[in-house]
């Protein structure tokens, strides 16, 4: 993005706001983006500076978060064994004597193996994101409403049986 003269809005600014805040594209919705710019540019003039830097840092972190890998294996930490050391005899016991004295724990083995996921700043890109959207939302604050609401992360009736 190129930055335009102190206090004026660029070409692009009208939808690096919409994709920025996530706002689906309609009439309706780009035209609450042009109302919330040019009441802003009328009551604000600094704030289309800070609007704008706000907006190159959103688009710096999505270049960031698209150029980040996906989240790649779990890598192993420690594998340990326990048990069966060497070959089973091949004569095994048959009087319960003899049983007895035989270690069958021995005979079992036992793997016990521990991952790890490999460190991401995909986390903290995202984090960072966010709070430039809020801040952003700061500026404009009439466009919280368009953005898409988070779907509740349980929906369900409560039923007694």
Same mark, same amino acid.
């Not at 089973?88 to 049983?99: G, N, T, W």
């Given at each position: 993005?190129?930055?335009g003269? @102190? ?30 710019? @040019? ?10 500076? !800070?609007? &704008? ?5 959103? @688009? ?14 779990? !890598? ?13 005899? !091949? ?9 007895? *004295? ?8 036992? !793997?016990?193996?521990?991952y790890?996921?490999? *460190? ?7 984090? %960072?994101?966010?709070? %430039? &959207? *809020?801040?952003?939302?700061? &500026? ?6 368009? %953005?898409? %609401? ?8 409560? *039923?007694?049986?």
């Amino acid at each position: 993005m190129t930055t335009g003269a @102190a206090g004026s809005w660029r070409a692009g600014d009208l939808e690096a706001i919409r994709s920025a805040l996530g706002i689906p594209v309609s009439a309706a919705s780009i035209g609450a983006i042009g109302r919330a710019m @040019a009441e802003l540019e009328r009551d604000y003039l600094a704030g289309i500076a !800070v609007t &704008v830097d706000c907006l190159e840092r959103i @688009a710096a972190i999505d270049q960031q978060l698209a150029s980040t890998p996906v989240a790649a294996e779990p !890598v192993v930490i420690k594998t340990s064994r326990k048990g069966a050391a060497g070959p089973l005899p !091949v004569e095994l016991p048959k009087r319960k004597l003899d049983v007895i *004295e035989f270690a069958t724990e021995l005979l079992i083995e036992e !793997v016990a193996t521990e991952y790890a996921l490999p *460190e991401s700043n995909g986390l903290t890109l995202a984090a %960072q994101r966010r709070q %430039q &959207v *809020e801040a952003l939302l700061l &500026v404009l604050p009439g466009l919280r409403v368009w %953005q898409p %609401q988070a779907p509740p992360r349980f929906q369900g009736r409560l *039923e007694r049986s």
